[in-house]
């Protein structure tokens, strides 16, 4: 079967449509109250960057609600650097080209908070205070000048069912996180040390702490 590729921006409006004038017009360029709400709620998001030779990462970033963001005025928002694992793909992507898009979710609602903008690394300034968890101030954060922000409707939540537990099956046909890391990660390590690395009470005490 042969593929009919989408070359130009006409041949896709075609295909899918022009969007509705509400949709087009509903990106805003600053924080309104229940933005900072939400973000407020928001315990996770998702970091999109590209470097300079058009290079993706998309960066899973986590907090306890209330610490994910640090909201420094209408249109600056901060992302602190907890311990991870040193690669900092997004951030290299940063160095070179600042324009970043992010998704923040809340659990248990299908609807998320988009915000695109250009980001800078920080590594010193009075509000890391302020972005303290569990007794560890950042050692860098992500400032984000917001050029853009709107919410995004809940359809793709909806198609996968994926707030609801009785479609959860975490291991049913992906092996567990100890065996994926010693058949692809960790050669020469026993599933049995990996999972003792990876089990809940051992893998938290390095959430925060290098």
Not at 49 to 67: I, L, N
Not at 104 to 124: C, K, M, Q, S, Y
Not at 151 to 170: I, M, N, V, Y
Request: charged share 25%; hydrophobic share 40%; proline share 7%.
């Amino acid at each position: 079967m042969t593929w009919t590729e989408i070359g130009t921006a006409a041949e896709l409006a075609t295909l899918l449509g022009e969007p509705t004038r509400r949709a087009r017009e509903k990106t805003r360029p600053a924080l309104l109250d229940v933005d900072r709400a939400w973000l407020a709620a928001s315990p996770f998001c998702v970091l999109a960057t590209a470097s300079a030779a058009g290079e993706c990462d998309a960066s899973p970033k986590g907090d306890p609600a209330g610490s994910l963001v640090h909201v420094l005025d209408d249109r600056t928002i901060a992302l602190a650097e907890r311990p991870g694992n040193r690669r900092a793909d997004g951030y290299r992507n940063i160095l070179e080209n600042p324009h970043v898009g992010l998704t923040f979710l809340i659990p248990g609602r299908g609807d998320t908070l988009r915000i695109n903008g250009r980001a800078r690394l920080v590594a010193e300034a009075p509000f890391l205070d302020e972005m303290v968890v569990a007794g560890h101030r950042p050692v860098l954060a992500a400032v984000i000048a917001i050029e853009e922000i709107f919410f995004h409707c809940g359809k793709a939540f909806l198609r996968s069912d994926l707030w609801q537990p009785e479609t959860w099956d975490p291991e049913g046909l992906v092996p567990r996180r100890a065996v994926l890391a010693a058949e692809v990660e960790r050669a020469g390590q026993s599933v049995a040390d990996l999972d003792e690395y990876y089990r809940p009470e051992n893998y938290r005490k390095g959430l925060y702490a290098q």
